[in-house]
């Protein structure tokens, strides 16, 4: 199995591609969806409940406490979906990213126990997000939009332009995500990149 070198995995991103592996064959499959999916920072949408939730001060949130273990359960096996597109080589190449702080994670802690929490990658004022996940079980339901809500007033206050989601689905379009022509992603990616932000 072949490494996945973080400077390739960057280039990608500028680039406007993203990787995931078959969990069949394990090939590193490349994307460029078109549209593309993305999360306006000011098009959020948060119901009630949700924002309940995130007064509520019940979960405890971090950024950056506990980026491989945020990883690992976003690879876990849970009921509906068996097989991950998060294999050890997207793993490894996104941990070599977080310690040069280009990775990041958001987590929810409950009662010191990590119950959700989302990962991705910062490019200049671009992020692009690559998965999340809640632990209902542990107290951790809808862990994940409260991560995905301090993850967007993060990116506003730094100053951030993008968030890209890759793919539209029921859930995140619940959540205010949109599809955009990828001519016009292109554009805003190279427009975000060039932005310096410090997380």
Partial sequence: MRELPP?????????GCFPMADPQSGDLEWY???PRAIIELDGLRVSRSL????RSGLLDIRRDTAFEDVVAACAA??????DTWIDARIARACAALHEAGLAHSLEAWKDGRLVGGLYGVRLGGAFFGE??????????????KVCLVHLVE???AIGA????????TPHLERLGGVEIPAA?????????VAIETIW
Avoid at 7 to 15: G, R, T, V
Avoid at 131 to 144: E, K, Q, T, V
Avoid at 184 to 192: E, G
């Fill in 131 to 144: 998965s999340m996940f809640s632990d209902p079980a542990a107290g951790g339901r809808d862990a994940s």
């Fill in 184 to 192: 016009v992603y292109q554009r805003r990616l190279k427009a975000a």
């Fill in 51 to 54: 924002a309940r939730t995130c």
């Fill in 77 to 82: 096996a849970r009921p509906g979906r068996e």
């Fill in 7 to 15: 400077e390739l995995l960057i280039d990608a991103y500028l680039q």
């Fill in 32 to 34: 460029r969806p078109d």
């Fill in 154 to 156: 993060h990116l506003r």
């Fill in 161 to 168: 332009a993008l968030l890209d989601i890759q793919f539209l």
